[in-house]
């Protein structure tokens, strides 16, 4: 098998080292020119990292304790950001002596290897990678293995893939954004469960320039679901929201935005999202989890804006989040329900309509759609059409996308006859809600 193909690339898609632009190691230093304030340490996050890439340079030349410590530090600082990216050059770093190939040198396996630095027990390679998203594995003799201290990752279906995934270099000036997993799932005591955070981070999001910038943040339920995994729901591709977000964001479409998907609870999922905790669900108890926990969690990890902060989901993932705007309106800016599920509770008094009826209108823009037939309430669109009269009687105006201006009394509504309740019509719908909530 070719070694390109391993990792889900042809040798003729695979660009080889030699063709790439050859980055001179001193202009590249001169790029960087940033330095290590009087304590010895370079900035924090971002834009820290031209200092961390000279200071690499300086080490590799002297060897001196002091900056080697520094070192050291700065990049145990940023474990999960690996490999570091400035002017042209990429700083890998790793635990041991490991090989690296990716599409930036033709996946040759003997191409690039950590090495021992200074022996220090820190293993370094620096070369040169041009600008693009680049897909990459370490390489152990026959074992290609994801990078552990780089959250960032690309879902590669590829059949000689045993993981379906490549760690992935993202360069901050290619023009895309890129997917991150932290290691550690987020846990919940009172559901009994944990789930991982995967999330969208846009192009430009690790530039040194934008350093200090945060960005509006959408939570979307069924993180799964959501994002281009070829292999998930039910043999639907994923809705794809980070190539939507990709393409309508170079376009000028929509503004910069972090992406936070959260797995659903599996076999849980009916109750965190379905039904009140009033008739034996799980439904509050969940939507405190969201607020408390996760969304606080993602704070910790990405610069986002909590008071810029959005929530969407389709079908039960849609009610819950319909749910979250009505129990916590300071919270969120804007919630989307695509198909949304709007049948639990209907025989027992606890279903959104009565939770409306009940709160009434709140100041959170509104996005919802469906697909199916009315008459047969398939893709719940009788449903979805009641429940939008009853908004539009506690005050909000409804709109229709896609000519949608977005403000707090707004319900955005659309209607695709005969669509299916599955990812391939979400994905075909999603770009309504992401203009009307974060377009340009």
Not at 32 to 40: H, V
Not at 83 to 93: I, K, T, V
Not at 187 to 196: D, E, M, Q, V
Request: hydrophobic share 40%; proline share 6%.
């Amino acid at each position: 098998m070719a070694l390109g193909a391993a990792c889900g690339s042809t040798p003729g898609n695979a660009a080889d080292a030699r063709d790439l632009p050859q980055v001179d190691a001193a202009s590249a230093v001169d790029a960087a020119p940033a330095t290590p304030d009087a304590s010895g340490t370079c900035a924090s996050g971002p834009s820290g990292v031209p200092c961390v890439m000279a200071l690499y340079d300086r080490v590799v030349t002297s060897c001196d304790a002091g900056e080697l410590a520094a070192l050291k530090l700065a990049l145990d600082e940023r474990r999960g950001t690996w490999p570091l990216w400035h002017a042209g050059r990429a700083l890998f770093a790793s635990d041991r002596a490991i090989g690296i190939a990716g599409e930036f040198n033709g996946w040759k396996t003997d191409a690039l290897a950590t090495a021992e630095l200074c022996q220090s027990g820190l293993f370094t390679a620096m070369a040169p990678v041009a600008t693009g998203r680049w897909p990459y594995k370490l390489v152990d003799g026959p074992d290609w293995s994801l990078d552990p201290q780089n959250w960032g990752f690309a879902y590669d279906d590829f059949e000689g893939n045993h993981d379906g995934r490549n760690s992935i270099l993202d360069t901050y000036d290619s023009g895309l954004g890129h997917l991150v997993q932290p290691p550690d799932p987020v846990c919940s005591t009172a559901l009994g469960n944990c789930r991982p955070l995967t999330t969208y981070l846009p192009a430009g999001y690790d530039d040194p320039a934008k350093g200090a910038k945060t960005y509006p943040v959408l939570f979307m339920h069924d993180g799964q679901n959501i994002y281009d995994d070829h292999t998930c729901c039910f043999g639907h591709t994923g809705w794809e929201i980070n190539v939507q977000l990709d393409a309508d964001i170079k376009a000028g479409l929509v503004a910069p935005v972090v992406v936070v998907g959260a797995d659903h609870g599996g076999d849980a999922r009916i109750d965190e999202y379905g039904y009140s905790t009033a008739v034996g669900g799980k439904m509050e108890t969940f939507m405190a989890f969201q607020v408390e926990t996760i969304q606080p969690t993602a704070k910790t990890y990405w610069r986002i804006d909590l008071d810029r902060a959005y929530v969407a989901g389709s079908s039960l993932g849609g009610l819950v989040s319909m749910r979250l705007a009505l129990a916590y309106p300071g919270t969120y800016r804007g919630a989307a329900s695509l198909s949304g599920a709007f049948w639990p509770g209907q025989d027992t008094h606890t279903a959104l309509t009565d939770v409306l009826g009940t709160v009434g209108r709140v100041p959170v823009g509104m996005y919802l759609d469906h697909g199916g037939d009315p008459a047969q309430n398939t893709d719940g669109a009788a449903d979805s059409d009641a429940v939008r009269a009853q908004m539009v009687g506690l005050g909000w105006t409804k709109q229709d996308s896609a000519s949608c201006t977005f403000a707090a009394d707004h319900v955005c509504s659309y209607y695709e006859p005969g669509a299916t309740h599955d990812e391939l019509a979400w994905k075909a719908r999603s770009w309504r809600f992401l203009r009307y909530f974060f377009g340009t």
